[in-house]
């Protein structure tokens, strides 16, 4: 990639930071930048990284900017979403049948060869699914 | 939210949650000031590793905002950094902990005869 390319790459990557940092570091990562691509670096990696430096500087929790809270807020809702539907999709089938963890303390008799229907993990415990028919209560 | 000087001196291993690309910035300034370009030809020297300019950036105001790491008077458009006191201690600390862990694998190592 010729120079001024190169720059104009480096130059919209640095631009992706906030203001604050643009002001204390701007000038050096430019410089920096001229120095990595002259040692033969890729003028595209060096853009990359400066990319995703912007990313997590937007992303890191600072006082006062409401981006970044936005952003975590945003991430968080994600995430919720994410382990919401997860748990309605695991949980969905599980519900529809009678649902016991096993417990040593369980008064149950033993139960008869294919009464067992399945076992199925749930947040690190087995849970052991049970239907009998006449009874289908938890046991 | 600087660490303070207490934490390294307590023994907590603040750098254990800091990420490697910190933990090398520091090794880097342990000996004397340097800037941006100096750290990453200094750290792939060492380490083999060639840090990204935005991976760099990162590690250097996380090691700030902590108060392990401090600018010096730009020349030109160069920011020197070096390391604090209490990034002195936290770096101890940390390499401290990472020998017991080196030690403990090598010893499980021999003991397992692989």
Redesign the interface.
């Known amino acids: 990639m010729d120079g001024p390319r190169a720059t104009l790459l480096v130059g919209a990557a640095l631009r992706c930071y906030p203001a604050r ?1 643009r002001r204390r ?1 701007g ?3 430019a ?3 001229v ?2 691509i002259r040692d033969g ?1 890729p003028a595209a ?2 853009a ?7 990313a ?2 937007w992303l890191t929790p600072r006082p006062g900017r409401r981006l970044s809270t936005a952003a975590w807020a945003l991430l968080a809702a994600a995430c919720s979403l994410g382990v919401s539907a997860a748990l309605v999709t695991s949980a969905g089938p599980a519900r529809a049948a009678s649902t016991s963890q096993a417990r040593g303390h369980v008064h149950c008799s033993p139960a008869p060869p294919g009464f067992l229907t399945r076992m199925v993990p749930a947040q690190g415990n087995s849970l052991v699914i049970v239907r009998k028919a006449g009874h289908d209560q938890p046991c | 939210m600087a660490a303070s000087g207490r934490d390294g001196k307590a023994g907590r291993d603040v750098l254990r949650t800091v990420g490697e690309a910190s933990v090398l910035v520091l090794i880097s300034l342990a000996d004397r000031s340097r ?3 100096a750290l ?1 030809q200094d750290i792939k020297e060492f380490a083999g590793v ?1 840090l ?4 760099l ?2 590690a250097l ?1 996380r090691l700030e905002r902590l108060g392990l790491i401090e600018p010096l008077p ?1 020349e030109d ?3 020197p950094y070096r390391i604090t006191a209490p990034g002195a201690a936290a770096l101890r600390v940390h390499l401290d902990s990472l020998e017991r862990v080196s030690a403990a694998g090598r010893l499980r190592l021999q003991l397992g005869g692989i």
Do not use: M, Q
Request: net charge negative; no cysteine.
């Open positions: 940092w570091h000038d050096e990562a410089e920096l930048a120095l990595l670096k990696a060096v990359w990284s400066y990319l995703a430096g912007a997590r500087e | 800037h941006g370009y990453i060639e990204g300019p935005g991976t950036y990162g105001d730009a458009r160069r920011h």
